[in-house]
C-alpha cells in the first residue's frame, strides 16, 4: 500500500468524524475531526460535512482516495438501506454523490465491514488467517466477516431471526440500557445470539466492538462458546482505520 495518509471518514447518527490514516502503523497521522451531523441527514448535507472534512485535510492527502463509513447496506456504491440516518439514502447512489461532491475517487463502505477490516489488518484479530466474525453491540448489531483477511460486505447479522425475534431486538447494547440490565442478565441474551452465529458459520474467532467493549471482562468471560471471544482493540478509531485501509486497497488492485 502507498505511503501517503489517507483519508477515513466515519458518518454516524450524531456526528460525522474523520482523520488521516498511517496505514503502515494503523493508526491515526493526525487528530480527528469531528462534525455533528446535519439534523436533516439527507445525501447531500451530510456530502457538505464531509467536504468540509476534507478541506481540513486536503494539503496533506495529495489526490488520495478517501474511504467513508455509513451506517447502511452499500452494494456497488448504492446505499439499500438507512440505520440512524435520513431515509432518503435508501437506493441512493451515494458513493458517486460523494465522488461528484468532493471531486475525489470515494470508497463508501458499511461501518461495521470498516470496522471489522481494521481489527483483522491491525487490532484484536491481526495475525489470524482464519475466518474471524466481528460484532459490533451497539443502537443495533453490526457484524464484518472476514476471511484470510478478505471481507465478506453487508453479512447484517445483527437481523438474524432468534427465537422469533430480530436479534438485535434482544441482544444489542441498547437493549441492556433501554431495559436497565445488569452485566449478568445481559450475558443470556448474548450467549443465545452468540451461539446460534456459532452454529452457523463455526467461525475461529469473534471479536466484540462497540461501546459495552470497553466492559468486556464483565461479560465476555461469562458467555460460553467453541469459538474464542475477545474485545476489539481499535474501538471508536476501527471505522476511520478500516475505511482508509479499504480505499488504498481498491485503489491499489484497480490500477
Known amino acids: 500500500m502507498h505511503n501517503q495518509p489517507v483519508l477515513g471518514i466515519d458518518i454516524g447518527g450524531s456526528g460525522i468524524k474523520g482523520a488521516l490514516v498511517d496505514l503502515a502503523a494503523g493508526d491515526f497521522a493526525t487528530e480527528r475531526v469531528r462534525i455533528p451531523t446535519p439534523e436533516k441527514s439527507t445525501p447531500a448535507n451530510v456530502a457538505d460535512v464531509v467536504a468540509e472534512i476534507v478541506s481540513e485535510f486536503a494539503e496533506q492527502m495529495g489526490d488520495g482516495p478517501i474511504g467513508v463509513t455509513i451506517p447502511a447496506v452499500v452494494t456497488h456504491g448504492i446505499t439499500r438501506s438507512a440505520a440512524n440516518i435520513d431515509k432518503s439514502w435508501i437506493d441512493a447512489p451515494a458513493e458517486k454523490i460523494f465522488a461528484e461532491h468532493l471531486g475525489r475517487e470515494v470508497v463508501l463502505v458499511n461501518d461495521a465491514d470498516a470496522a471489522g477490516v481494521a481489527e483483522v489488518k491491525y487490532g484484536a484479530a491481526k495475525g489470524n488467517d482464519g475466518l474471524v466474525?466481528?460484532?459490533?453491540?451497539?443502537?443495533?448489531?453490526?457484524?464484518?466477516?472476514?476471511?484470510?483477511?478478505?471481507?465478506?460486505?453487508?453479512?447484517?447479522?445483527?437481523?438474524?431471526?432468534?427465537?422469533?425475534?430480530?436479534?438485535?431486538?434482544?441482544?444489542?447494547?441498547?437493549?441492556?440500557?433501554?431495559?436497565?440490565?445488569?452485566?449478568?442478565?445481559?450475558?443470556?441474551?448474548?450467549?443465545?445470539?452468540?451461539?446460534?452465529?456459532?452454529?452457523?458459520f463455526w467461525p475461529d474467532l469473534f471479536v466484540v466492538g462497540g461501546g459495552v467493549s470497553k466492559a468486556a471482562d464483565k461479560f465476555l468471560p461469562k458467555l460460553n462458546l467453541k469459538t474464542p471471544i475477545v474485545p476489539a482493540d481499535l474501538r471508536n478509531r476501527a471505522g476511520i482505520i478500516?475505511?482508509?485501509?479499504?480505499?488504498?486497497?481498491?485503489?491499489?488492485h484497480s490500477a
Open 133 to 200: 466474525l466481528v460484532t459490533t453491540l451497539g443502537t443495533g448489531i453490526g457484524s464484518a466477516l472476514i476471511y484470510r483477511g478478505v471481507l465478506v460486505p453487508n453479512t447484517e447479522l445483527g437481523h438474524l431471526e432468534i427465537d422469533g425475534h430480530d436479534a438485535e431486538s434482544q441482544a444489542a447494547a441498547s437493549v441492556k440500557t433501554a431495559l436497565g440490565l445488569s452485566y449478568s442478565e445481559y450475558v443470556p441474551r448474548l450467549q443465545r445470539y452468540y451461539e446460534r452465529v456459532e452454529a452457523l
Open 242 to 252: 478500516g475505511a482508509a485501509w479499504l480505499a488504498a486497497d481498491k485503489v491499489a
